[in-house]
């Protein structure tokens, strides 16, 4: 299985499915107007060890909603995830078993070689 979750409006993300031309037989999930489900979650879990590790810090509601100042736990980090798209680290590309997740050069790369 080969998947990419992203969001459409991401300038970074579309330069990144740019980057991974072609994909062929990678399924694209645009996560605003299709939000990833619990199942779909867990499986990213399952894969990169923890919820906070796809989570992201950069998102705006997470300074806005004070989040900075708390302790957030796994549920937490998962029920965040779920209740609003921005709290995905993105993109999420999934190669199998492999899994990567967020924007860095390095893991662009390592995703590109395991997509072709």
């Given at each position: 299985m080969k998947k990419i979750y992203h969001l459409g409006s991401c300038s970074t993300c579309k330069r990144i499915l740019k980057e991974l031309e072609p994909l062929d037989g990678v399924e694209l999930q645009e996560i605003k107007s299709e939000p990833i489900t619990p199942a779909q979650l867990e499986q990213m879990e399952t894969l990169s060890g923890s919820y906070e590790s796809l989570f992201s810090r950069r998102a705006m509601l997470f300074r806005q909603r004070g989040l900075h100042e708390k302790e957030l736990s796994?549920?937490?980090?998962?029920?965040?995830?779920?209740?609003?798209?921005?709290?995905?680290?993105?993109?999420?590309?999934?190669?199998?078993?492999?899994?990567?997740?967020?924007?860095?050069k390095k893991i662009v790369e390592a995703?590109?070689?395991?997509?072709?």
């Open positions: 796994e549920k937490d980090y998962k029920d965040l995830i779920l209740e609003h798209y921005t709290f995905l680290k993105r993109p999420v590309i999934i190669v199998n078993d492999q899994i990567f997740v967020g924007n860095s995703a590109k070689e395991a997509i072709h």
